[in-house]
C-alpha cells in the first residue's frame, strides 16, 4: 500500500525530516511539533512533497486609519503601510471609554485579509464605539497580543469640547499623519483620507502638550468669586501680561473624568492683565450673558450654594493653581447636602486678604465688603506654592531597544523626581515629526529606580515588567535605522541622548550604512559609555557584548 497521503499531511508543518539506513533498509522518519515521530518504508512511497511554513506576517505595517463612532454607524478602518497582503486572522481591536483605561475586545479578524495600500472596514463591534465619549481609546493587536497602534482621544484642547459630536476622525495623511476632526460624520470608510487638510480641526488631546504655550505664569490666575445662587464663577488675573487659557481647566468637583464638569481654554482663549471673566453654568441669571466680563465661556452643568463644592482653575499640565471648596474635612462628598447651611443671596467671594466670605454679588468687578464668614460647613482652599526646584539632570537614558521595542530610564538621584511636562522624545519630537511622551501630574520616577517606555509592537510580557507603569510612545522604534532618543525637562531642554549614528547623519529612520544587531540593546555602561549589550529591561545593565559600530553613536549627558 502507498502512503504518499499520510506522509504529504505528516511533512506539512514538521520541523525535522531524517532519513536513517538500518539493516540495508532505508526508512523515513517525520518527527511532528507535538514531540512524536512516525516510521516509514521507502518501499511504500511512491513521491514526497514538502508544503513549507507560511511566510512571516509583518502585522506592524497595520494601522489605525480612521475611526467613527456617529450613532448608527461605529466603524473604525485598518490601513496596510506595506507592500503585502496581510491576513487579519487573529487581529483584535481593543476599547476603553474609561479613565484609567479599561479594555475589552471590540472587534477579532477571522478570514479577512488587507491587500498591500489597502484599508479594511471593521464595523459590528461588540462594544459601543462613541465619539461622543470623553475618553475613547482604542488598540489594535496582532495574533500574540502585541500593541500595534493606538488610537485615543481625550479632553481635547484646541476646542474645548469634552465630546466632538457628529464627526469622523481621521489620520491625515494615511498611516503616518496627525488626527483631525472631519467637518462631517461620514468620513471616507474604506478610502484613502487624502493629504488636504483644509477645514479639518487637528486633534488637541491634553496629553499633546507640545500645543500648550510655554513660559505663561499661571499662578497669576485666581478664582475670585462663586455663586451658587446666580450660576456664575469669577476668576481674575492679577498679573502684568495677557494670559493665554489654551489647555487651561475651570473645574467643578474634579472635572469630567470624575464625574464633575469642566469647561477647557482654547488657543483663542485669552484673559488681560487685570481684567476679571466670568464662566455661566446652567440656569444662570438672566442678564448675566450680558455682562462685560463674559465673553461666551460656559460650563454645561448646574453649581449649587446648597451643596459640597469645590471649583478649581487648572493648568495645562494638570496643576491646579487655585482652588475653591465649601466644606470641611473630612469631606462628604461633592453634592452632599449633609449639614450645609445656605446663603440664598451672597456669594462665594475671596478678600483682599486671600481669605474667602460671604459678599453680594459683583460680577465681573472687584468683590464687595465682607457680609458674614462661611460655617456649616466652612471653607478650604489652595493658593498657588512655589515648585520644588528638581534636578532632572540626575535622569539617564539607560537602555534603548529597537528590537524589543522600548526605551529604558533611570533616576540616578537620591530623590524622586516628578515628571510633570518631562518629554521622552524620539527623532527631536512631535513637532519634529518624530513621536513623544509627556509627563503628567500623576507620573513619578522614585529615586534609584528604573522605568520603561514601550513602543508599537514591543515585544510580548514587557508590558508585565514591574518597571512598566503604563508610559507608551506611539510609534515604532528600529534598530536598523539612524535613531535620535532624548530625555527633555520642562524648560525645553535635553538632559539626557542618545543618537545612533556619526556627524554628519543623513536624517533620523535612513538605514543607508546601517549594521543592525538583531540581538543586542544599545546599554549604557557603567563609565558612560554606550555599547551592545543583552536586553535587561527594568534592571541594571549586563556585560559588554560588542561596540556600536557602522554606524556609531553621538551622546550628551550634563
Do not use: C
Amino acid at each position: 500500500m502507498k502512503t504518499k497521503n499520510i506522509l504529504r499531511t505528516f511533512l506539512t508543518g514538521a520541523f525535522l525530516l531524517g532519513v536513517l539506513t538500518m539493516n540495508a533498509q532505508t526508512k523515513i522518519y517525520v518527527h511532528k511539533t507535538d514531540g512524536t515521530a512516525d516510521e516509514y518504508n521507502i518501499a511504500d512511497i511512491d513521491s514526497i512533497s514538502f508544503t513549507p511554513p507560511a511566510a512571516k506576517v509583518d502585522y506592524s505595517k497595520l494601522v489605525i486609519n480612521e475611526v467613527n463612532g456617529v450613532s448608527g454607524q461605529k466603524w473604525f478602518e485598518i490601513y496596510n503601510m506595506g507592500d503585502t497582503e496581510i491576513s487579519l486572522n487573529g487581529v483584535t481591536a481593543y476599547y476603553s471609554n474609561s479613565e484609567p483605561a479599561s479594555y475589552k475586545i471590540t472587534w477579532t479578524g477571522t478570514t479577512e485579509s488587507i491587500p498591500a495600500g489597502g484599508y479594511f472596514l471593521a464595523q459590528g463591534l461588540a462594544t459601543g464605539l462613541s465619539a461622543n465619549n470623553v475618553t475613547v481609546r482604542l488598540q489594535l493587536r496582532d495574533p500574540k497580543g502585541t500593541i500595534l497602534d493606538t488610537y485615543e482621544k481625550l479632553i481635547d484642547i484646541n476646542t474645548g469640547y469634552d465630546a466632538i459630536f457628529n464627526k469622523s476622525h481621521a489620520r491625515i495623511p494615511d498611516g503616518t499623519g496627525p488626527w483631525y476632526y472631519t467637518t462631517d460624520g461620514i468620513g471616507t470608510p474604506g478610502a484613502t483620507n487624502g493629504t488636504s487638510t483644509a477645514g479639518y480641526i487637528k486633534f488637541g488631546n491634553e496629553s499633546e502638550a507640545a500645543n500648550f504655550p510655554v513660559g505663561v505664569d499661571y499662578t497669576k490666575l485666581i478664582l475670585n468669586e462663586v455663586s451658587g445662587n446666580d450660576k456664575f464663577v469669577e476668576i481674575y488675573n492679577s498679573g502684568t501680561e495677557d494670559i493665554s487659557l489654551m489647555g487651561v481647566k475651570l473645574q467643578r468637583n474634579d472635572g469630567a473624568i470624575a464625574g464633575g464638569s469642566e469647561w477647557i481654554g482654547t488657543a483663542s482663549d485669552v484673559i488681560p492683565a487685570g481684567a476679571y471673566r466670568l464662566f455661566l453654568f446652567n440656569s444662570f441669571t438672566a442678564g448675566l450673558d450680558g455682562n462685560e466680563a463674559y465673553v461666551g465661556w460656559t460650563v454645561a452643568s448646574g453649581i449649587s450654594s446648597g451643596q459640597v463644592l469645590k471649583v478649581a482653575i487648572v493648568d495645562p499640565s494638570g496643576t491646579e493653581v487655585s482652588v475653591f471648596i465649601r466644606g470641611d474635612e473630612p469631606l462628604p462628598g461633592w453634592q452632599s447636602t449633609a449639614g450645609v447651611t445656605q446663603n440664598k443671596t451672597d456669594s462665594y467671594s475671596r478678600m483682599d486678604d486671600g481669605a474667602w466670605a460671604y459678599a453680594a454679588p459683583t460680577p465681573g468687578g472687584a468683590n464687595g465688603t465682607k457680609t458674614s464668614d462661611i460655617v456649616s460647613p466652612g471653607y478650604l482652599t489652595a493658593t498657588p506654592t512655589p515648585p520644588e526646584e528638581v534636578d532632572y539632570t540626575k535622569l539617564i537614558l539607560n537602555e534603548v531597544s529597537g528590537n524589543d521595542k522600548f526605551v529604558e530610564i533611570y533616576n540616578s538621584g537620591t530623590e524622586d523626581i516628578p515628571l510633570t511636562g518631562v518629554k521622552l522624545q524620539r527623532n527631536d519630537g512631535a513637532a519634529a515629526g518624530g513621536s513623544e511622551w509627556v509627563g503628567t501630574v500623576s507620573d513619578t520616577i522614585p529615586a534609584g529606580t528604573y522605568r520603561l517606555f514601550l513602543f508599537n509592537s514591543f515585544t510580548a510580557g514587557l508590558d508585565g515588567n514591574e518597571a512598566y507603569v503604563g508610559w507608551t510612545v506611539a510609534s515604532g522604534i528600529s534598530a536598523g535605522q539612524v535613531l535620535k532618543v532624548a530625555i527633555v525637562d520642562p524648560s525645553g531642554t535635553e538632559i539626557s541622548v542618545f543618537i545612533r549614528g556619526d556627524a554628519p547623519l543623513p536624517g533620523w529612520q535612513s538605514t543607508t550604512g546601517v549594521i543592525q544587531n538583531k540581538t543586542d540593546s544599545y546599554s549604557r555602561m557603567d563609565d558612560g559609555a554606550w555599547a551592545y549589550a543583552a536586553p535587561t529591561p527594568g534592571v541594571a545593565n549586563g556585560t559588554k557584548t560588542s561596540d556600536i559600530v557602522t554606524p556609531g553613536y553621538l551622546t550628551a549627558q550634563p
